[in-house]
């Protein structure tokens, strides 16, 4: 339910086609195989689980999905990456420090990961509260599963 919502959302704000996600914390990959069905081309996932990388390479080998799949540290990639993308998504566990939810925020503006008009989008447990955070936008609960939205001063 949380997933489809946040992809009606986003129906009605991007052109899937032309933009270039990062999916941060990808785990199974569930929201970067649900970008590429939506035609999305440039999708880079995420995680330092190496059976998840290992799954999410397998998968998309097999589906013949264009995904680059990274085994890293979130933190390390953000501090590290030259890429910059249209979309960044966070699914990070739902027991992340609020420090850490800030930081994944911070790194992003401050390293302006984000091309113009792009979007941060953090999902988090209703008990996490992102609204003070700088870029903060809005917010779309889901039953117990929230999506903070961010976006960049230009």
Known sequence: MAKEGLFNIL???IHFQDIEVIDLFAGIGSISFEFASRGTQRITAIDKNYDCIKFLSKTADE??????VIKSDVFDYL?????K?????????YDLSLENFETIETTVRER????????????????????HIKSFQEQR????????FFEMEK
């Open 85 to 93: 993308a249209d979309l960044i998504f966070a699914d990070p566990p």
């Open 79 to 83: 501090l590290k990456t030259p890429l």
């Open 112 to 131: 302006k990961l984000l091309n113009e008009d792009g979007i941060l989008i953090i999902e988090h447990s209703k008990h996490s509260k992102l609204d």
């Open 141 to 148: 609960r889901y039953g117990n599963s929230v999506f903070s």
């Open 11 to 13: 129906n009605n704000r």
């Open 63 to 68: 589906l013949e999905v264009p995904l680059d």
